[in-house]
């Protein structure tokens, strides 16, 4: 399958390394030849360097043979063009980043359709969509939905109130607990993330994965010895798209939102902008302003300024004076894994969020696609549909040589998911939720190949 990305920052490299550890044949297009070097040298990929938007560019990367285009720079009115050039060329389907949300408003003049445009991802929505679930798990730093929000994927930092799973191995765990079953997918000790087994033991100051039914939620934190708690009071830091759109999808969850900006004219004009949310002009990195503002009850602290080193600040400070849960938003994608490890809370990108929402359109249209990728954990998420005869429908998970850095999660059987186990069998009917080092996929993929 042909995929030609154009735009090769943070976005395009992230989707590009994912797919190239999948069976696509992929071109980047980028206009920097910084950036073009950077793709050429650490990834497997024809590189293209030229404007994206150049009717002679996309005909030498052979964009008409392309099953997917991927306009993803940052600059919209140039994903626009390249959209409508790729489609003249013949181009199969084209998915675009959007940062103006008013090009797919219901009174919008210029749609993005009359462009070739199929799919429209606005990374700033997709970033506050993972703030949501994240608000909506205040127990959680990370939270990730799949199939339909039926299943939850939920990062846990392990402290001393997880006293039932402590130095007890997994098996054991498991074994104790009849009422409902999860897999953990991945534990984070560290900066290495380590794909358990049967035997690992869990220490203070891991942050475990787990899969888990979302109905089941409730009993994993009783395991935890976690209380799911009911989050009230949220604060933002930041009057931008994203501290916006947060403030208007809270808001009709009748959430009291406070909304923090420095600027004091922005603060005025977003007050009539969000007429149910409290609007405060104020310096999130102020000690004082914070505790005046009572930080210690706030139940959810949201950091998304335009400014990332304003949003580690804040965050940090915010974690520190009391707050129950802190949201930090961040563009550079390797700040993400040592921020985890302080645990100064929660980490979000927005280029992530995109290249995750870019991922799950690709995979609606492939049985076997990567759907999911992280900076935090080296770990990838993988859906298959076994070949009929293949050898995982041949036994029990547990009598398969599963690779090593690998773990099956869950099994979807004609629209029914299970958490996997070992007496778990996989058939030609049935879709499998894999997780693994990127190490691992290709000895994954035999598994599922005739």
């Given amino acids: 399958m042909k995929v030609v990305i154009i735009g090769g920052g943070e976005v395009g490299f992230h989707v590009a390394k994912a797919l190239s550890e999948e069976d696509y044949d992929i071109t980047v297009i980028d206009i920097d030849p910084q950036k073009c070097r950077r793709a050429s040298e650490s990834l497997d990929v024809i590189v293209v360097e030229g404007n994206g938007a150049s009717p002679q560019t ?47 408003a219901k009174n919008s003049i210029i749609r993005p359709e009359k462009f070739g445009v199929d799919i429209v991802i606005h990374p700033e929505k997709a970033a506050a969509d993972e703030i949501m679930r994240l608000v909506h798990h205040p127990f959680a730093v990370q939270a990730i939905d799949f199939e339909a929000g039926r299943l939850k994927m939920l990062g846990i930092n392990i402290n001393k109130d997880s006293k039932n799973i402590i130095g007890i191995p997994i098996s054991k765990i498991c074994s104790s607990n009849n009422d409902f079953r999860f897999a953990v997918i991945a534990v984070l000790r560290g900066q290495e993330t380590i794909i358990p087994g049967a035997d690992f033991e869990f220490e203070i100051g891991d942050t475990a994965y787990f899969v888990i039914k979302s109905v089941n939620i409730e009993n994993l934190m009783d395991l935890l010895g976690r209380k799911i708690t009911k989050v009230n009071r949220v604060m933002i830091i930041g009057g931008s798209k994203i501290g916006r759109a947060l403030a208007k999808g809270l808001q009709k969850e009748r959430i009291n939102v406070r909304l923090v900006d420095y600027n004091r004219p922005k603060a005025g004009h977003i007050s009539h902008k969000v007429e149910d949310t409290m609007v405060i002009y104020g310096d999130g990195t102020d000690i004082e302003f914070l505790r005046s503002e009572n930080i210690q009850d706030v139940d959810s602290f949201i950091a998304v300024t335009e400014n990332e080193k304003t949003n580690l600040i804040s965050g940090l400070l915010a974690n520190h004076l009391g707050a129950k849960q802190s949201i930090i938003h961040v563009v550079t994608t390797e700040f ?14 927005k280029n992530l969020s995109t290249v995750n929402a870019v991922l799950s359109q690709l995979h609606s249209d492939k049985t076997e696609t990567q759907i999911a990728t992280f900076d935090e954990i080296d770990v990838d998420v993988l859906e298959f549909q076994p070949d009929s005869g293949s050898p995982i429908t041949k036994k029990p998970i547990k009598d398969l040589n599963i690779p090593e850095n690998s773990i099956i999660g869950m099994i979807n059987h004609h629209g029914k998911i299970k958490i996997a186990h070992g007496e778990s069998m996989i058939s030609d009917d049935d879709t499998a939720l894999v997780f693994s080092k990127a190490s691992a996929i290709s000895k994954v993929k035999k598994l599922f190949h005739k």
Avoid: M, W
């Fill in 336 to 349: 993400i894994p040592t921020i985890q490890e302080i645990g100064a809370g929660a980490v979000i990108s």
């Fill in 58 to 104: 996309l005909i030498e990367a052979n964009v008409g043979d392309a099953n997917y285009v991927l306009c993803l720079t940052r600059v919209d009115e140039v994903n626009l063009i390249a959209s409508q050039q790729a489609h003249e060329l013949g181009a199969g389907k084209i998915i675009a980043r959007l940062r103006n949300q008013q090009y797919t």
